[in-house]
């Protein structure tokens, strides 16, 4: 079926999947693409550090190999190879539903010894396990597809907007009095600055429209006293992550069975992002590339329980972007991963780059979450929604049943712990919901089309 693709929109058609474009044009656009997802690259190894209580060299060691193994995943993701990688302007990151896992997985073996990293040390058997177990199930990906008709994926970009945007206005609500002012003024300028950017821009300028709002927004938190650059106590320039730096992994059934679980969980954002990202560039989303799609998470998967990371998936932060700008050449974001692995080999420009306002990241975060929550509205208008019918039922129940879970992340705790994995992710427990609802649908479909006969 992909061999009969036809491929020259996709090779050289303007924008297209293959392109290369010019270097000048290609490096900007591959910055915006890291500074879009970099917050959420580092959240997920910052907040496990805090809750485990792990000492600041420890946590630092986790968000540097976090930036060079999600550089790395993002290179087998857009280059790949006949039998690797889906070939599509994928950035990965880490995914937020390894969270409560990871966590569970570590207190439980720290509880149960006293030997030092014990907890993490079992956390990583569990993810080396869970990235096999991944590359052996991906070809599966031929019989998931037929779970992801429009409607769903519709529902889920929808999804992923909607729960987004409350993480942009926390980074820009931050703070009270005269710095709350000043975070909305910084973020304003980056939200305004882009909106204009977008509606006038012409070529290069629409393309980057986000990326010189950022840099409008560093110029304001600078003159307002937010951005104060300082070289001193800096960590050093390079410092290497090597291999398994919290010692040898330890592999048990029960944390491996769990992972798996959320590996499987995470494979309903990477195929929803691939799906939609398949219909922007022409390269659409075929059994056979969804099967190189989840090999690849599999491997980078496998790759971050060796370097000290977490499961992998693809980031839908981005495929906003690439709706905003109009760019889909994969070249540009396997320059991104190019950028993020040279971030987590150098602790220098890490730390530079973290030290970046919240409100800059929250300002851009509500044109590109805002983008991303209208083109699924935009998808489902296309199926038309009127009340009653597939589309209004399907979106509107997921959508609720995330949106609860984003005002009261403890909204279903009464729920089995099994499930915890699940419903304390408003992406994950969305998709799913709409996933079933519309099996349900074509069910019923199915047993009434003899009766309509």
Partial sequence: ME????????????????????????????????????????????????VLALPAAQTATLIQADLLTSGAATLLQTIGTRWLGARLPLMQGVSFATVSCVIGIASSATLATSHDNEGLRTVYGAVIVAGLAAMLAAPLGRHIMRFFPPVVVGTSLAIMGFSLLPVAIDQIASGAGLHAGRNMLVAMSVFASAIFLSITGRGVFKNLAVIIGVGVGLVVAFAAGQLTPHLSGMPPLLAPVRPLPFGWPIFQLMPSLSMIVIVAITWVESIGDAVVVGEMTGRHATPKLVSRLLRADGLATLLGGIMGSFPYTAFSENVALLSITGVR?????????????????????????????PAVAGGAGLMIFGTLMMVGIQMLASLGLEPGNKPFIVASVSIVLAMAIVMKPDFFMFMPDWTQP????????????????????????????PLSA
């Fill in 329 to 357: 050449s994969r070249w540009i974001v396997a320059m991104a991963g190019g950028i993020l692995c040279v971030l987590g080999l150098s602790p220098f420009l890490a730390t530079a780059v973290a030290a970046l306002p």
């Fill in 3 to 50: 061999q009969q693709t036809p491929q020259t929109h996709t090779m050289s058609g303007k924008n297209g999947v293959d392109e290369v474009l010019p270097l000048p044009r290609m490096v900007p656009l591959a910055v915006q693409h890291v500074m879009v997802m970099y917050m959420g690259a580092i959240t997920t190894p910052l907040v496990i550090g805090r």
């Fill in 422 to 449: 699940v419903l304390q992710s408003p992406v994950v427990a969305g998709c799913v919901s709409a996933i079933v609802l519309n099996i349900l649908f074509s069910f019923r479909e199915k047993k009434e089309a």
